[in-house]
């Protein structure tokens, strides 16, 4: 069964710091997608970045990066220079290609950007 | 202006009294999905529908109805509402032809069951 984990409940980062967060997936199939969001405190969900199972570089927005190890089956959101506008809640999501068409979330990651 | 619209965004409600939680979208999309998020839990998905007339289960359907007879609209229905259903609710649409589509999402509904 499809499966994310974000190990981290909370994180405290200095600002200008870049932060990584961490997600873990579990699926059998080899086409899927992954995603991270975010969510302010204001409590919209906000898309960030998306990495394709067959993509071979990782995916870059902006200040976001997805560090993609197939192998290890991981998809770490890396942020650069960090702001304060980034504290928020992070969630990493997947949907598998295989015809289940579900999306399932991470239990997320609280990150705080300390000045 | 694309949206996913969430109504209400706050209810407070008894148990057993049915409820409604209307969902819409102006993108064309194909997939909709509503979501129940609880603190340490992140979302989970209570049902999601690729297209008018199929609807699927997610990972936690139990006391959930919905139903999705034009493309925009999918409404939640809760026939008997109890207290460990109250949480935050969230629609979203996403074009259903890929897996590169994000979820757009609805501002959410804070349901309260007493």
């Known amino acids: 069964a499809q499966k994310i984990t974000q190990t981290q409940p909370g994180m405290f980062v200095q600002e200008k710091e870049a932060v990584t967060l961490d997600c873990t997936y579990d699926t059998s199939d080899q086409s899927y997608g992954l995603f991270w969001y975010k969510q302010p405190s204001s409590g919209e969900m906000i898309f960030l970045i998306y990495?394709?199972?067959?993509?071979?570089q990782n995916a870059t927005e902006g200040r976001y990066s997805l560090n993609f190890q197939k192998a290890r089956k991981s998809a770490n959101l890396v942020i650069s220079a960090s702001q304060l506008g980034d504290s928020a809640m992070y969630f990493c999501a997947m949907r598998e290609g295989s015809g289940d068409d579900k999306i399932i979330f991470g239990k997320g990651t609280r990150l705080h950007i300390l000045p | 202006e694309a949206q996913v619209t969430q109504n209400p965004r706050y209810l407070i409600t008894v148990t057993g009294k049915k409820l409604t939680v209307t969902c819409s979208q102006n993108m064309n999309h194909e997939y909709m999905s509503w979501y129940r998020q609880d603190p340490g839990l992140g979302l989970r998905q209570i049902y999601y529908?690729?297209?008018?007339?199929?609807?699927d289960k997610g990972d936690v359907p139990e006391g959930y109805k919905v139903s999705r007879k034009e493309k925009r609209n999918f409404p939640l229905i809760l026939e008997s509402p109890s207290p460990n259903q109250t949480s935050l609710y969230f629609c979203?649409?996403?074009?259903?032809?890929?897996?590169?589509?994000?979820?757009?999402f609805g501002d959410g509904t804070r349901l309260s069951i007493l």
């Open positions: 979203a649409s996403s074009s259903g032809t890929g897996l590169n589509q994000p979820q757009h």
């Open positions: 990495q394709g199972s067959y993509d071979e």
């Open positions: 529908s690729m297209n008018v007339e199929v609807t």
